[in-house]
């Protein structure tokens, strides 16, 4: 399918593209550098909406706690700046993308279990609804409270329903020093009985996942690789004798077998955040296998203000759902598909034992056991979903785009919940323009 590209400069030509879309009654995929492209169900639109033009830091301050960026600004620009003050994004989002992208598909990492979501760290936004009327919401400090929390609602909601131009988010001080317990040869159950005992200690554990027997031999960090089985993982983090101290304590209460340093602990906890021994989610960062390159066909950009917008769509030879998504790292359309369970950490181990009592699976645990990620052959969707049933949500994160294209690939809602996400939907994009039936069919 050939694709009509726009890419604004400005928050004016943002607005003018969705106001031509809705003159015209067409729909837009809103998309930055692409690279979450095949995250939610694939577009069959004809226009892309290229935000990457929106790009550069708008203003940073780290005695605030607060930076505030264009929409399309790498995260390869931002988290090296942040770096250098020795702060980070907490929620620990890939490392590939745009701002906008990470915070409109609500991306987090391991440390969401005790730093919260992209969620919470959205402090503001601008953008343009799918009325094609620029808005702003929330502030650019910390402790804000003007009006409704609309970041928070934008968070997630994957461009269906504002198309960003600019988002402040809150920073914090990065650790000065990170170690991870190890316990080796633990079945799921008591793994997460472990994991379970120290989150519930005092010790300030900001990570927590089980991979089991034939995953960890797939780590580059040796002490896993070469481990023989299964690893059971728990990270502190904090200033440098706080850790010490702390490692000491919950290695004795937890007989863990070995430690890892601050290297290999990072190295580690970039293989679980990126999926890597599973094949990787595709977020066009990192180094875990099936992950994009740039896109090979940039949108051409507008053409100066006030030009006639027919005359700024210029056609780009560049198939919808281009990147990560339209496959499996090349590997066609009979390779597994990536499936993300969030579930109650207690169940992850019975869940994934229902699943694998109809299907050939492979799962490790994250997030206390309360992430799963999966791996299940193709045509899996009703028996991983019958297994999590109404205690969690299943969300197909890696499938070929005519698979997503017919599976449910966010867990089915609720009819009232249903209800309201098409009410939303219809307060900020009545006629569909913005990102039409990325979440849901016919939302």
């Given at each position: 399918?050939?694709i009509t590209t726009l890419k604004p400069d400005t928050d ?5 593209a969705v106001r031509w879309a809705l003159s015209a009654g ?64 907490a929620f620990e989002p890939p490392e590939g993308g745009t ?345």
């Open positions: 399918m050939t004016a030509q943002v607005a003018d067409e729909s837009l995929e809103v998309l930055g550098s692409g690279s979450r492209r095949g995250l939610g169900r694939p577009l069959r639109t004809t226009h892309a909406l290229d935000l990457s033009g929106l790009s550069g830091i708008v203003a940073y301050e780290p005695e605030e706690l607060v930076l505030t960026a264009r929409a399309g600004t790498p995260m390869a620009l931002i988290l090296p700046l942040l770096a250098e003050r020795s702060q980070h994004l701002l906008g992208g990470v915070i409109a598909c609500g991306l987090a990492g391991p440390r969401r279990i005790s730093a919260g979501s992209a969620r919470d760290h959205a402090l503001g936004m601008a953008g343009v609804s799918g009325r094609g009327e620029a808005y702003k919401g929330g502030g650019k400090v910390v402790k804000n409270v003007t009006g409704y929390d609309l970041p928070k609602l934008m968070a997630g909601s994957f461009g269906t329903l504002t198309a960003f131009t600019e988002l402040t988010v809150k920073v914090l001080p990065a650790p000065e020093d990170t170690a991870t317990l190890l316990l080796f040869g633990l079945g799921d159950l008591a793994a997460v009985d472990v994991l379970d005992r120290a989150l519930r200690s005092p010790y300030d554990v900001s990570g927590a996942a089980h991979l089991p027997d034939g995953l960890a031999a797939r780590s580059g960090v040796s002490a896993l690789a070469r481990a023989g089985g299964a690893v059971t993982l728990v990270r502190l983090e904090g200033f440098g004798p706080s850790v010490a101290a702390r490692v000491a304590a919950l290695r004795a209460e937890l007989r863990a077998d070995a430690v890892l340093d601050a290297p290999e602990s990072r190295a580690v906890w970039r293989e679980i955040r990126d999926v890597g021994c599973l094949g990787g989610v595709g977020d066009g960062g990192g180094s875990g296998a099936g992950r994009p390159g740039p896109l090979p066909n940039p949108p051409p950009p507008l053409a100066g203000e006030g030009a006639d917008l027919d005359a700024r769509l210029t056609p780009s030879p560049a198939p919808a759902g281009e990147g990560w998504g339209g496959g499996i790292g090349g590997k066609g359309g009979d390779a597994p598909h990536l499936w993300k369970l969030s579930v109650p950490p207690a169940s992850g181990p019975s869940v994934v034992a229902a699943i694998r009592r109809t299907l050939a699976v492979e799962a490790f645990y994250d997030w206390g056991g309360g992430l799963v990620w999966l791996t299940a052959p193709p045509d899996s969707a009703a028996a991983i979903r019958r297994a999590v049933g109404a205690q969690g949500h299943a969300t197909l994160v890696r499938a070929p785009d005519e698979v997503r294209a017919v599976t449910a690939v966010f867990q089915p809602p609720p009819d009232p919940l249903m209800a309201l996400t098409r009410r939303v939907k219809d307060s900020f994009d009545p006629k569909g323009v913005l990102n039409p039936g990325r979440l849901y069919a016919g939302v």
